[in-house]
């Protein structure tokens, strides 16, 4: 509900009380007052405060030294490293980020600061991002998103190249299609190393976008009802996700094809914690009481048999009439890319989340290279 009567624009931040988001052209309230000062000089963006707080916690973008931050000189390798209070930083950060993106596009917090991107696997939206991330504020990148055209095609090892790497880049962002490759370039790494997706393991990042994409279209995390629907066998963003919700108070549904199913040492690692969990035949039985649908595509790459792929491949579709029958204020998400599972159709829907996910993931990736490299 806007309280305001002026008109205010996406996400603009106002002095005193409720930021309206119309982003999602859906009416998304958070509480939260936001100051900036002192942030023209010549048309570049010298900030020398920022304050923001959401609902009544304050964070600070202080555009100086922060080495006391949580994610300071830190790795990023699986989300089990996260509490609660880091995600809230991280998302207070993320969505002064916004603000200033959608005010003056870039800016000079990571100037000087280089970014190696180190791809093993193909990549749009986590490479894209992160490149985007460090240029937006004032870094620089070595890309290497072919492998193929470096020294790993002539059997140079991972440490290798990471040793290598770091005495170019002040951070490597590293994707690779062994699980625990990430943890073992940080083992050898002097510099931070952000995993973006290592096999069947963990997409931390992609979840911590996942949540800030729940966050800032729904106004909060907790109370609301999860359906993953997909590929939750080899989907390496849903186990992250899972258990980055299970950090809230939350209700996870599962849909899955017999073969896809959720690993059953996720489901009792998070039955530990005690969070509600259930396993569904069908969407039929759970779309009614879903607040966010996350949908994944089949892993063609990581199927042994491509028969078993054959199989399941195709087996759920999101079309108009699904979302007929979802809630009016439902969130559809998905990782992206999408090969059928959601049809085109959809897209003109408001409750369609998954391009605006996308941009969310800049801001998020932009927060963890500050943090990470100091500056907030
Ligand atoms: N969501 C995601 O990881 O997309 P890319 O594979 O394009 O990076």
Redesign the pocket.
């Given at each position: 509900m806007n309280r305001e009567s002026t008109p205010i624009r996406s996400n603009e931040f106002i002095r005193f009380g409720i930021t309206c988001d119309f982003h999602s052209r859906r009416l998304v309230v958070t509480l939260g007052v936001t100051k900036i000062r002192g942030f023209q000089n010549g048309g570049k963006m010298t900030p020398t405060l920022l304050t923001n707080t959401r609902n009544g916690r304050a964070t600070h973008l202080p555009f100086g030294e922060k080495r006391d931050g949580p994610l300071f000189n830190q790795s990023i390798l699986s989300v089990k490293q996260f509490s609660h209070d880091d995600l809230e930083t991280i998302f207070q950060v993320a969505d002064e980020m916004r603000m200033m993106v959608e005010r003056v596009g870039s800016f000079d917090l990571l100037k000087g600061k280089v970014l190696a991107v180190l791809f093993y696997e193909?990549?749009?939206?986590?490479?894209s991002s992160f490149i985007a991330a460090i240029q937006r504020l004032g870094g620089s990148i070595i890309p290497i998103n072919e492998v193929k055209y470096s020294s790993v095609a002539k059997g140079e090892s991972l440490p290798d190249t990471i040793r290598t790497l770091e005495a170019y880049a002040d951070v490597i962002v590293l994707r690779h299609p062994e699980t625990g490759a990430a943890a073992l370039a940080a083992k050898y790494a002097r510099k931070p190393i952000i995993n973006a997706?290592d096999g069947v393991g963990e997409?931390p990042t992609?979840a911590l976008l996942d949540l800030f994409t729940i966050l800032e279209e729904r106004g909060s995390i907790d109370g609301a009802t999860v359906t993953m629907l997909g590929d939750l066998k080899y989907g390496r963003?849903v186990h992250s996700l899972a258990r980055l919700l299970s950090l809230y108070n939350v209700k996870l549904n599962y849909v899955a094809p017999e073969l896809l199913r959720m690993p059953a040492e996720l489901v009792a690692e998070l039955d530990g914690r005690d969070v509600k969990q259930y396993q569904a035949e069908s969407l039929d039985q759970v779309l009614g009481d879903t607040d966010v649908l996350y949908v994944t595509r089949v892993q063609k790459e990581r199927f042994a048999n491509l028969d078993e792929y054959e199989a399941v491949k195709g087996s759920y579709v999101i079309t108009p009439e699904t979302m007929s029958r979802a809630k009016p204020n439902m969130v559809l998400m998905h990782?992206?890319?999408r090969v059928g599972e959601i049809s085109d159709q959809v897209d003109r829907d408001p409750r369609a989340a998954y391009f605006r996910q996308v941009e969310y993931g800049m801001y998020v990736r932009m927060a963890l290279l500050a943090m990470v490299l100091g500056k907030a």
């Open positions: 193909p990549s749009t939206r986590t490479s997706g997409h992609q963003t990782p992206l890319p």
